[in-house]
Protein backbone atom coordinates (compact mmCIF):
# COMPACT_ATOMS: atom_id res chain seq x y z
CA UNK A 1 0.00 0.00 0.00
CA UNK A 2 0.86 3.38 -0.70
CA UNK A 3 2.32 5.41 2.40
CA UNK A 4 3.19 2.14 4.57
CA UNK A 5 6.35 1.31 5.80
CA UNK A 6 8.01 -1.61 4.87
CA UNK A 7 8.30 -4.10 8.07
CA UNK A 8 11.89 -4.48 8.88
CA UNK A 9 13.15 -8.73 8.75
CA UNK A 10 14.01 -10.23 12.02
CA UNK A 11 17.01 -10.84 13.60
CA UNK A 12 19.01 -13.18 12.33
CA UNK A 13 16.90 -12.94 8.69
CA UNK A 14 18.38 -11.76 5.42
CA UNK A 15 17.10 -11.00 2.20
CA UNK A 16 18.97 -12.73 -1.05
CA UNK A 17 17.35 -13.56 -4.37
CA UNK A 18 14.42 -11.68 -3.93
CA UNK A 19 13.67 -13.90 -1.09
CA UNK A 20 13.70 -13.48 3.07
CA UNK A 21 15.72 -16.28 4.59
CA UNK A 22 15.88 -17.75 8.14
CA UNK A 23 18.87 -18.35 10.19
CA UNK A 24 17.80 -22.14 9.61
CA UNK A 25 17.60 -21.64 5.99
CA UNK A 26 20.57 -19.61 5.63
CA UNK A 27 22.45 -23.13 6.96
CA UNK A 28 20.65 -25.05 4.69
CA UNK A 29 21.16 -23.47 1.69
CA UNK A 30 25.26 -23.60 2.80
CA UNK A 31 25.20 -26.79 3.31
CA UNK A 32 23.03 -27.05 -0.44
CA UNK A 33 26.13 -24.73 -1.44
CA UNK A 34 28.92 -26.82 -0.30
CA UNK A 35 27.28 -29.93 -1.99
CA UNK A 36 27.37 -28.22 -5.52
CA UNK A 37 30.92 -28.63 -5.75
CA UNK A 38 30.44 -32.36 -5.64
CA UNK A 39 30.03 -34.54 -8.34
CA UNK A 40 26.38 -36.08 -8.25
CA UNK A 41 27.84 -39.67 -8.13
CA UNK A 42 29.74 -38.94 -4.44
CA UNK A 43 29.31 -41.77 -1.89
CA UNK A 44 26.52 -40.63 0.43
CA UNK A 45 29.12 -40.48 2.99
CA UNK A 46 30.96 -38.09 1.34
CA UNK A 47 27.96 -35.70 0.82
CA UNK A 48 27.39 -36.18 4.17
CA UNK A 49 30.39 -34.83 5.16
CA UNK A 50 30.62 -32.04 2.99
CA UNK A 51 27.14 -30.50 3.91
CA UNK A 52 27.68 -30.70 7.43
CA UNK A 53 31.45 -29.13 7.08
CA UNK A 54 29.53 -26.08 4.70
CA UNK A 55 26.94 -25.36 7.56
CA UNK A 56 29.44 -25.37 10.32
CA UNK A 57 31.51 -23.44 8.34
CA UNK A 58 28.45 -20.63 7.25
CA UNK A 59 28.25 -20.66 11.45
CA UNK A 60 31.89 -20.29 11.73
CA UNK A 61 32.14 -17.40 9.59
CA UNK A 62 28.61 -15.64 10.47
CA UNK A 63 29.74 -15.24 14.23
CA UNK A 64 33.90 -15.58 14.32
CA UNK A 65 33.40 -14.81 18.03
CA UNK A 66 30.71 -17.46 19.36
CA UNK A 67 31.54 -20.13 21.71
CA UNK A 68 32.40 -23.49 20.19
CA UNK A 69 29.92 -25.07 22.21
CA UNK A 70 27.00 -22.77 20.87
CA UNK A 71 27.97 -23.02 17.24
CA UNK A 72 28.08 -27.28 17.63
CA UNK A 73 25.06 -26.95 19.06
CA UNK A 74 23.13 -24.77 16.94
CA UNK A 75 24.66 -26.66 14.08
CA UNK A 76 24.06 -30.50 15.91
CA UNK A 77 27.50 -31.25 15.60
CA UNK A 78 30.21 -31.99 17.65
CA UNK A 79 33.09 -28.90 19.17
CA UNK A 80 36.00 -31.21 17.27
CA UNK A 81 33.87 -30.22 14.14
CA UNK A 82 34.11 -26.60 14.50
CA UNK A 83 37.60 -26.12 15.68
CA UNK A 84 37.75 -28.43 12.47
CA UNK A 85 36.07 -25.70 10.74
CA UNK A 86 37.76 -22.62 12.37
CA UNK A 87 41.11 -24.09 10.76
CA UNK A 88 39.73 -24.51 7.57
CA UNK A 89 38.99 -20.60 7.63
CA UNK A 90 41.79 -19.57 9.25
CA UNK A 91 39.92 -18.35 12.60
CA UNK A 92 41.45 -18.36 15.59
CA UNK A 93 39.16 -19.94 18.79
CA UNK A 94 37.66 -16.88 20.55
CA UNK A 95 38.70 -15.39 23.60
CA UNK A 96 36.95 -16.77 26.66
CA UNK A 97 37.06 -12.84 27.91
CA UNK A 98 35.22 -11.33 24.96
CA UNK A 99 31.96 -13.74 24.95
Known sequence: ???TKRPTLPANWVE???GAY???CQREMAG???????PDDAPLAERQRVNSAARVDFEVARDPNRANGK????????IPSVRKSRE???LDE?????R
Open 94 to 98: PDPAT
Open 71 to 78: IAQACRTS
Open 16 to 18: RDG
Open 88 to 90: RLG
Open 32 to 38: EEGLAAL
Open 22 to 24: CLG
Open 1 to 3: MNG
